[in-house]
């Protein structure tokens, strides 16, 4: 295998979701005071004019249980806090206030988690996410998000931010291109549809791994091999009826996600087929049960971990041998 | 009076721990006059209204004490004290760690180092409103072992949280025996001092004490508070008092006539508070 040294550029019109985020949150914090910004020194606000909403950014420093409770106090006298660290330590190391004082009482507390999946890239293992989704999906009242792109994560803050109860809002770390310009917002817990077909249906969350799914299909229909793509943007609740869909009308399911293989997107689909008892094969592509092999750059770990269309277009052709 | 009041509660405690189930009855008792003085005289609460959005907080951090607070809430008119007969049958809502389903209840806690960051959050929530409400967090000594806590105090003290109270039920035990043995609090008041916060130091069962102390919140602008109440493990039972054992106790029928026969002869009992 080739080693690839630099990341590839990416389109002008490309955005990091977490500055899209920001942005977005600026204009809610202005529009209404319930929002409150509460940071853990990330430094994604460093150069922010919050306007009406200053008074409502408190950064707290590099304490995220503190960060947590301090979040589920806030939302309990009726504020809703967005708070802001890196998704692994939402999901670890602040998990204990995330389950009992967040998720058990229900309250509308808005985790964005930024670097999930393995985009904090050459950082390494310790502030790679891949494990968040499976650990967010399993908390009750928790709802899980993962846009795949600038736009779609301008609607998911939205729509989250008037949700109720708890949301868990996963962002990755660089820019990424815009996967369908023009699309309509996305709706929570309805998959978006980015290519409708017959053999093998591809699920995917997640920036890169939704346009390895888009860019898959379209080489694999040029070989005659008609491939559905779903942007499941929404781990939970997840769209059962999108899934039964694929389970039923095509021969195969493909998930792909930048997580370990247990307990997240691929997981969550396969226990959708199994509750059906559909006889679908589900294949899934996600990292390995080990910690993230080879070290440097978000694309070139996503390569060197078998998140690729190489091994999406393996599991197609074999759904289909 | 308050004497009365203390009295009535810690029955109530006893009666509890005398269920099949037992209970937190070390940890309970030692914080009653704490828990009698907030609610009796120093908390701006209605005990028919209580979720009155303008009413204080209290938070009982240390929530395997949940006996204790339910025998004040109960004694303090929330509910009535005969629903407690149910603590520790199926179902029950008085469980062993705080249900915020029972009246007055406001958070869940138990997992000990919650209760200071949800005080943090409650009492910035009260300052962006420009609300006067108070916050006070009921914390265990051996609790003080757990992270949080001080990511919380620190915060609290940089953001200068002066209608914040912390309430340190010192008893000096935890599970294993004396908390300087287990994993030293000491010098306590001056770890508080240095993340910011007014430290006070009183008798954790004098009433008189306790209310002055506790009347004079915000006790320094701009500075949280922290209250270091010295308190004996399993107060009111000589016979269990300032041990380890007394942390959690299942009392059978004859114990439990020891107990309320003990507690009835509670004024000539004296007991003396580490220092």
Redesign the interface.
């Known amino acids: 295998m080739s080693v690839v040294t630099a990341e590839p550029p990416v389109p002008d019109e490309a955005r990091a979701a977490r500055e899209v985020y920001r942005d977005v949150l600026v204009e809610l914090l202005g529009e209404d005071e319930r929002y409150v910004c509460l940071d853990s020194d990330t430094g994604l606000f460093s150069a922010t004019s919050w306007g009406e909403g200053a008074r409502r950014y408190l950064n707290l420093g590099i304490a995220e249980q503190n960060l947590m409770g301090v979040a589920a106090g806030l939302a309990r006298s009726g504020r809703i806090p967005f708070v802001n660290t890196m998704a692994t330590f939402a999901a670890t190391r602040a998990l204990e206030a995330v389950k009992l004082d967040i998720a058990w009482n229900d309250l509308p507390v808005r985790i964005v988690a930024t670097h999930g999946g393995l985009s904090a890239g050459h950082l390494g293992s310790t502030h790679h996410a891949l494990e968040d989704l499976a650990v967010m999906r399993m908390l009750p009242n928790m709802t899980v998000l993962v846009p795949a792109d600038g736009p779609a994560t301008e609607s998911l803050v939205r729509a989250g931010a008037e949700r109720p109860g708890p949301v868990y809002l996963r962002l990755g770390r660089g820019a990424t291109p815009s996967l369908a310009p023009g699309a309509e917002p996305l709706r929570i817990g309805v998959a978006q549809s980015l290519r409708r077909g017959s053999d093998v249906t591809l699920i995917a969350t997640g920036p890169h791994p939704v346009l390895t799914a888009v860019e898959t299909a379209e080489e694999l229909a040029r070989d005659g091999i008609d491939v559905a793509v779903l942007n499941m943007h929404t781990v939970k609740p997840l769209d059962r009826e999108a899934i039964v869909a694929a389970a039923t009308g095509t021969r195969g399911i493909v998930t792909v996600e930048e997580h370990w293989a247990a307990g997240g997107l691929g997981s969550a689909v396969a226990e959708v087929v199994a509750d059906l008892g559909a006889a679908c094969p589900v294949r899934r592509v996600a990292v390995a049960d080990r910690f993230a092999a080879g070290t440097g750059g978000h694309r070139h770990l996503l390569a060197r971990n078998g998140i690729s269309g190489a091994t999406v277009t393996e599991h197609v052709r074999r759904l289909l041998a | 009076m308050s004497d009365d009041h203390a009295r009535t509660a810690r029955e109530l405690i006893v009666r509890m721990c005398a269920n099949p189930e037992g209970g937190h009855l070390g940890g309970s008792m030692s914080m009653v006059e704490i828990l009698v003085t907030l609610y009796r005289h120093v908390l701006r609460i209605d005990p028919r209204r209580p979720q009155a959005p303008d009413r204080d907080i209290l938070l009982l951090s240390k929530g395997h004490g949940a006996i204790g607070l339910y025998a004040v809430l109960a004694e303090r008119g929330f509910f009535p004290v005969e629903l407690l007969a149910s603590y520790g049958t199926p179902d029950s809502m008085f469980t062993a760690h705080p249900n915020?389903a029972v009246p007055g209840v406001?958070?869940?806690t138990g997992?000990l180092?919650?209760g200071?960051?949800?005080?943090?959050?409650?009492?910035?929530?009260?300052r962006?409103?420009g609300s006067d409400r108070r916050c006070f967090v009921v914390l265990g000594d051996g609790e003080l072992q757990e992270?949080?806590v001080w990511?919380?105090a620190?915060?609290a003290g940089?953001?200068g949280l002066d209608r914040l109270v912390a309430i340190v039920d010192r008893n000096g035990l935890q599970i294993s025996g004396d908390t300087e043995e287990t994993l030293g609090l000491e010098p306590l008041g001056d770890r508080w001092r240095s993340f910011g916060w007014t430290v006070l130091e009183v008798d954790g069962h004098e009433p008189d004490r306790l209310r002055t102390a506790l009347s004079r919140i915000p006790y320094t602008p701009g500075r949280p508070t922290v209250l270091l109440a010295r308190t004996v493990k399993g107060k009111g039972l000589p016979y269990i008092e300032g041990q380890a054992r007394s942390h959690y106790v299942r009392l059978t029928e004859r114990g439990h006539r020891r107990a309320r026969a003990a507690l009835m002869r509670g004024e000539r009992t004296e007991t003396t508070c580490p220092s």
């Open positions: 915020p406001e958070m869940p997992s180092g919650h200071l960051p949800l005080g943090v959050g409650f009492a910035l929530a009260a962006l409103d992270g949080s990511e919380a620190m915060a940089a953001q």
